[in-house]
């Protein structure tokens, strides 16, 4: 009963924000502010680049609602706008992508409904073992178990076809699978 209100109360504030509501935009804010932050932390190497971007992002997805032009999901578009700002930052300043390297022990990153394998680790280990995987396989990872996304929404997100998105994942898995193995 609580996922049905609280999917018709996102709905309710998914119409008011089309129109411009601010505090229907302070509810979403509210909701991915921590998600968000946590996506953007791990693919930067501060927690103030991580703190500034994350406020850029809903600046920008506040932009994008004033001037009116549509958003069909706002779970997708917000990630595609953090995904966009992650790689635009590394642009300007002209650095190689830094995934993962930096994570705080203390910082809770994994959410409860993230990924589980069969081998019992905890997540920081999990997360140093997604480290060794390549970029790409990081970020489908990360928001398919880190941030429980859909393989729709990856596929908006990273701008790939699903059955690529899938294949991703698939493959991603296996090798982590393989270096968690390879580590016992």
Same mark, same amino acid.
């Given at each position: 009963?609580? =996922?049905?209100?609280s999917? %018709? +109360? ?8 089309? @129109? ?9 804010y ?14 930067? @190497?501060?927690? +103030? ?13 506040? +932009? &994008? ?6 958003i069909?999901s706002? +779970?997708?578009?917000i990630?595609?706008?953090a995904? !966009?700002?992650? $790689?635009? &930052?590394y642009? #300007?300043?002209?650095? #190689? ?8 022990? !203390?910082?809770?990153l994994? @959410? ?6 069969d081998?019992? $680790?905890? =997540?920081?280990?999990? %997360? ?9 396989? #990081?970020?489908?990872? %990360? ?9 729709d ?5 990273? #701008?790939?076809?699903?059955n !690529?998105?899938?294949?991703?994942? &698939?493959?991603?898995? =296996?090798?982590l699978?393989?270096? $968690?193995?390879? !580590?016992?």
């Amino acid at each position: 009963m609580n =996922s049905l209100k609280s999917s %018709l +109360q996102e709905k309710i504030a998914f119409l008011k924000l089309k @129109s411009g509501d601010s505090d229907a935009f302070a509810f979403f804010y509210d909701k991915y502010v921590a998600r968000i932050y946590r996506f953007v932390l791990i693919k930067v @190497s501060s927690k +103030q680049i991580a703190e500034d971007l994350t406020q850029e992002i809903f600046l920008k997805v506040w +932009q &994008h609602l004033v001037d009116k032009k549509d958003i069909k999901s706002f +779970q997708s578009f917000i990630f595609r706008v953090a995904y !966009n700002s992650v $790689i635009d &930052h590394y642009r #300007q300043n002209d650095r #190689q992508e830094l995934p993962l390297d930096y994570i705080n022990e !203390n910082e809770d990153l994994v @959410s409860d409904d993230a990924l589980t394998l069969d081998d019992k $680790i905890d =997540s920081t280990a999990l %997360l140093e073992k997604i480290r060794e995987l390549k970029s790409e396989y #990081q970020e489908v990872l %990360l928001l398919r178990y880190i941030e429980s996304l859909s393989i729709d929404e990856i596929a908006e997100i990273t #701008q790939k076809e699903k059955n !690529n998105v899938r294949v991703l994942i &698939h493959r991603a898995l =296996s090798k982590l699978k393989e270096i $968690i193995s390879n !580590n016992k």
